[in-house]
């Protein structure tokens, strides 16, 4: 026999497509007896998804050449400079372009800053420092 379908009605007032949870009326998605597990699934899927994140953002750090490392994120300028560099160098191949990709994440992350109007005094931090 196949599951019955869940009960609720989706924002449009169509009838949900998932099968009901066994014992229950609603699928895992509506059903209030599973709202506490949603959220802790939620908290769980962004907790990876950050220390992710910050893995590919360190292993970039490790990987960017000594030129680089270091380098000033205090002005628009500096900014600028620092990304005609990266550039040049990931289409020389000297710079990998996933590694390229992330350190241009972390001058993002220092630019925006800017635009809020705090001195970041960011920087791309030196090998082996935290
Ligand atoms: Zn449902």
């Known amino acids: 026999m196949r599951a019955r379908r869940c ?12 099968a009901a949870r066994k014992g229950s009326t609603r699928c895992y998605f ?15 899927a962004i907790r990876t998804c950050n220390a992710k994140r910050r893995l ?3 292993k970039a750090r490790e990987e960017a050449p000594e030129w680089l490392q270091g380098r000033r994120l205090d002005t628009l300028d500096d900014v600028r400079a620092v990304n005609c560099d990266l550039i040049r160098a990931v289409c020389s191949g000297e710079v990998e372009l996933r590694t ?13 800053g800017m635009s809020e109007g705090n001195s970041t005094r960011g920087r791309i931090r030196p090998r082996g420092a935290l």
């Open 7 to 18: 009960w609720a009605r989706t924002v449009e007032n169509r009838r949900c497509l998932v």
């Open 30 to 44: 509506h059903d209030p007896a599973t709202q506490q597990e949603q959220q802790e699934n939620r908290r769980r």
């Open 56 to 58: 590919a953002a360190e």
């Open 100 to 112: 390229g990709a992330e350190i241009l994440g972390i001058v993002k992350m220092a630019m925006r």
